[in-house]
């Protein structure tokens, strides 16, 4: 028996505004862009992992309308679960995803326990790591 996580979900104020950021900063590719009732959920993927989906999706969207507040309230005050994206150079994408005018958290740095790291806030204010693998 095998397991693989197929979808990732990301709650977002503005679908469009997140693809841009999602798709021109980060690579990501559309899959998918599916609308209902109103809303819109958008599946992005990497080459690097072709069976994985990250969904963004509106708070609302296929939740009911007290869910879809609580959600929108814990999105605002930015303690939904953090994102962490693994890339092979993370000084470049830094670069690439600060020319995009995301909000620079953190600069490229060593971590004691062993990433180079930095860290970005999505438009919609979810917190972004992006990781790179340091040869010991």
């Not at 709650?11 to 950021?21: L, R």
């Not at 509106?58 to 309308?65: D, F, I, L, V, Y």
């Not at 995803?97 to 909000?103: D, L, P, T, Y």
């Not at 990433?115 to 204010?125: E, K, L």
Request: aromatic residues 6%.
């Amino acid at each position: 028996m095998t397991i693989s996580l197929k979808f990732c979900n990301i709650t977002v104020n503005d679908v469009d505004e997140s693809i841009a950021f999602y798709s021109d900063a980060l690579g990501l590719k559309v899959h998918n862009d599916v609308g209902s009732e109103g809303f819109r959920w958008v599946t992005l993927g990497s080459d690097a992992q072709p069976g994985l989906g990250i969904v963004l999706s509106a708070p609302h969207a296929g939740r009911s309308q007290a869910d879809g507040d609580a959600l929108q309230e814990l999105m605002i005050k930015g303690v939904l679960p953090i994102l962490v994206f693994a890339t092979d150079d993370v000084d470049a994408l830094f670069e690439t995803v600060r020319a995009s005018g995301a909000e620079v958290l953190q600069e490229p740095m060593d971590q004691d326990w062993g990433p180079r790291d930095c860290a970005f806030r999505d438009p919609s204010g979810n917190l972004v790591r992006i990781a790179q693998t340091v040869a010991a």
